[in-house]
């Protein structure tokens, strides 16, 4: 980068920090510094939900992504909006009318201690290893730019996350994220723009679009019903409706995130936001991972776009290996541009004979590329065996870095920190709430003053942040880091959910089989997902379902004085 794009870099960052610690004020207990006073407007709400769901993965991982696997991600997220109108009708006025600062303290209400103790601790495990993903996302780029670990980077990252989340508790978090994703709309449409701009003069946004589309980067809708596609119609209204009403609805980090409104219709009308732009601000992502596609069919690619890696084969016994690959490489691109500039000039024909003729052989060229990265993949695993060959992940950050003006590359990178910084304070926030007042205040020392909470709830920031950083060292063997979030979230979400879906909608039953259900659950998704018996979306909704039909079918084996103790304690 240039020293122009390190000082808006620096400047950006600086600011977001700033300006978070001094709106935060001074946090005298803990429902100002955890709860942000419940006083929030609607805006507020909804911007840092949708920051707390946007990290650098989203702007990181999802471009590479799209043009690795095309549109056909954005499905994920169709289940989206009726999972919000089931949060604004249900989760949201009975959170708000029990005074809760965690999902987790209704089930006690509703259940007992060992249910609620449960689904912290469950919630403790997937959030504190997903974020961790997210403080590592944007490591990548330091490490890319200044060519060094990424240990260190993350250090750096997760250091400065900590010091704002410890320091200014929720409300620096929410009005950093308000900043934080102002700056980023605007800097991924001006990335947007500039793709378009440095097309070849006679392509166009339309044209690459219908050339992504011809190499099957445009598959937005899959109608097929099949249980092992991760990414179908079927998969996305259903499996992603209870991942996303098990996310939004029981994710302290995200229930955190509208427990801060000053009401029940400014937490709604938050959710309502995030429900009717997330879906079109993630097709717009992956669409500008499409463009970037299409720009790479006329101007060279990285043969592997993930530099550390390269240089660990180039520096080993394989370095002539794989020297000849590259220049093979070199050549079967060279075909491929050919091909694709006929492509593009066949589509001014509209004769469809020689579209798809030019099509077929644009295939055949693709092909060639592709075998012959694959192969310098596996030259990497010869020299590694631990060598990461997913390089989605890179994808964006060798175009922007490449590709686009000083100051707007300084801009870009520092969308991504932002985007980490922010989903990273809120998980920290959510880790801390959860550990302070569902274990610490509950449990082990209940009655203290607020100061000894206060002061709890900082202490669990900084032990957490210092969890995730140690998970994010971690994070660079597990592929690509969106689809990795996702499915260690599938794995507990649907478990959580099928306990509240239980305690909302089902009073007969008790506290006993609800728990037995969902250990029982448990265990029974992870066995699945770890033999990949179906798409990972679909154990969100295998998982509410089996906890429910347990509950019910043991609750006859459970007293029934205990329902009625229970029902007049609420």
């Known amino acids: 980068m240039s020293l122009t794009d390190w000082i808006v870099l620096a400047a950006t960052l600086l600011t977001i920090v700033i300006y978070g610690v001094w709106k935060s004020g001074v946090n005298k207990n803990i429902d100002q510094f955890l709860m942000g006073g419940r006083s929030m407007r609607w805006y507020h709400v909804g911007l840092s939900v949708m920051a707390t769901q946007a990290s650098a993965i989203t702007f990181l991982s999802a471009p590479g992504q799209a043009y690795s696997d095309g549109m056909r991600f954005v499905q994920f997220y169709l289940g989206l909006p009726l999972a919000m109108i089931v949060l604004c009708v249900t989760f949201v006025p009975i959170f708000h009318r029990l005074k809760v600062y965690t999902a987790y303290e209704f089930l006690e209400n509703r259940f007992d201690l060992k249910t609620r103790a449960l689904t912290s ?12 993903i997210t403080i590592y996302a944007p490591s990548i780029i330091l490490s890319t730019i200044l060519n060094i670990n990424t240990v260190y980077t993350t250090l750096f990252i997760g250091s400065l996350v900590i ?135 006329f101007n060279r690619p990285p043969m592997f776009f993930n530099r550390y890696e390269v240089d660990q084969v180039k520096s080993s016994s394989y370095s002539a290996q794989y020297n000849k690959l590259e220049t093979q490489y070199a050549t079967a691109f060279e075909q491929r541009k050919t091909k694709s500039e006929a492509l593009v000039k066949a589509f001014d024909t509209k004769d469809k004979a020689q579209i798809a003729q030019a099509q077929s052989e644009l295939k055949v060229a693709d092909k060639q590329t592709t075998d012959i990265r694959k192969e310098a993949i596996g030259v990497m695993k010869r020299n590694n065996a631990k060598a990461n060959g997913d390089d989605t992940n890179y994808v964006f950050l060798n175009f922007v870095t490449h590709y686009l003006p000083r100051g707007l590359i300084g801009l870009l990178v520092a969308i991504i920190f932002l985007a980490s910084m922010g989903s990273t304070a809120s998980a920290l926030n959510s880790l801390a709430s959860t550990s302070v007042v569902d274990i610490y205040k509950r449990i082990i020392n ?97 998982g509410c379902i089996l906890v429910i039909l347990i509950a019910v079918g043991i609750n006859p084996l459970f007293p029934q004085k205990v329902v009625e103790q229970k029902a007049e304690a609420m």
């Not at 601790?121 to 961790?132: A, E, N």
């Not at 409104?261 to 601000?281: D, E």
Request: glycine content about 12%; charged content about 10%.
């Open 163 to 297: 010091f704002y989340t410890v320091y200014g508790g929720t409300k620096a978090v929410s009005y950093t994220q308000l900043l934080q994703m102002s700056i980023i709309f605007l800097g991924m449409f001006f990335a947007g723009v500039l793709v378009v701009h440095l097309l070849p003069g006679n392509v166009g946004f339309g044209k690459a679009v219908k050339l992504a589309g011809k190499l099957g980067r445009m598959n937005v809708i899959d109608w097929k019903f099949d249980p092992n596609n991760r990414y179908n119609i079927w998969s996305g209204l259903i499996g992603g409706f209870f991942l996303q009403l098990s996310y939004f609805g029981t994710d302290q980090s995200q229930v955190g995130r509208y427990l801060t409104g000053s009401s029940v219709g400014q937490s709604r009308m938050g959710l309502i936001m995030n429900g009717l732009l997330k879906i079109p601000m993630q097709f717009l992502i992956l669409l500008i991972g499409i463009l970037v596609f299409a720009f790479y069919q």
């Open 121 to 132: 601790f469950l919630f403790l495990i997937q959030r504190g290893l997903s974020t961790g």
């Open 446 to 542: 209940p009655g203290a003053s607020d100061q000894n909470y206060l002061d709890a709830s900082r202490l669990a920031t900084v032990f957490w942040g210092v969890v995730c950083v140690g998970m994010a060292l971690y994070a660079s063997k597990v592929g690509n880091l969106l689809e990795f979030v996702n499915q260690l979230g599938s794995y507990i979400y649907g478990t959580i959910l099928g306990v509240f879906v239980v305690a909302f909608y089902l009073k007969k039953i008790r506290g006993n089989a609800v728990f037995i259900a969902a250990v029982i659950t448990e265990i029974t998704i992870c066995i699945l997902g770890y033999r990949g018996t179906v798409a990972y979306l679909w154990l969100n909704a295998i």
